[in-house]
């Protein structure tokens, strides 16, 4: 997890939110089931867009790049069945992998990447993400959402050895011109755009404590 920052709403959110959720509360005052359409209309391409450009194009929570093998889901940070004023509230908004989507569920007191910098609360030792001690939000958000499941430990220590595969050839890299532009290379991979940044970070400050990354 990374902090991330919400951009402008998008117009069409900006025409219709009010509307959208007045009829929506109409119908579940009177217990009334939600047509699909009337559920989902948060779906609309241009917030789709809007998401994708502000996580960029990654699951808010796992950080797994998902946009080139799946669509990504819309999802409420805070749960539309606890506070259904908040179901097309673009600051509910964001974007998540079908897999933390899923395990997210309903479950209130996940980390809003948004509200805090989850780099304070969560802290990597190899691939697995652990709670920063004392941080029962941490820890509970890190179990709910599974953040050490296989798949995702397995890709995260496939960042890890890129970036230590990288290390290696700076250090035997002569040419100071070639060992800067792969320096540079190295530290493009934490920037926010790229797969696992908040891990590859963590990665990088222990390389500095340990000298190896100036």
């Known amino acids: 997890m990374i902090k991330l920052q919400k951009r402008p709403k998008p117009a069409v959110l900006e025409r219709n939110a009010d509307s959208w959720t007045k009829a929506v509360l109409e119908k579940l005052e009177q217990s009334l089931e939600l047509a699909a359409h009337e559920k989902n209309k948060y779906n609309h391409p241009d917030v789709k867009a809007a998401l994708i450009d502000e996580t960029y194009g990654k699951c808010a929570y796992c950080e797994s790049k998902i946009m080139h093998i799946a669509y990504g889901d819309i999802e409420q940070i805070t749960p539309k069945k606890i506070s259904p004023e908040l179901w097309f509230e673009w600051e509910n908004l964001t974007l998540a992998c079908d897999v933390c989507n899923t395990k997210k569920s309903s479950k209130e007191n996940i980390i809003d990447p948004y509200e805090s910098d989850p780099a304070g609360r969560i802290m990597f030792i190899g691939a697995t993400v652990w709670p920063v001690p004392g941080d029962e939000l941490s820890k509970y958000s890190i179990e709910e959402l599974e953040l050490n499941r296989e798949a995702l430990a397995a890709r995260r220590q496939e960042k890890i050895e ?51 990354l100036r």
């Not at 800067?180 to 797969?195: V, W």
Request: proline fraction near 0%; aromatic fraction near 8%; include cysteine.
């Open 162 to 212: 890129y970036l230590m595969m990288l290390l290696e050839i700076i250090a035997k890299t002569n040419t100071a011109e070639l060992r800067e532009r792969l320096k540079q290379d190295f530290m493009l991979e934490l920037a926010n755009d790229k797969e696992f940044a908040g891990l590859a970070r963590c990665v990088a400050d222990e390389l500095r404590l340990r000298g190896f």
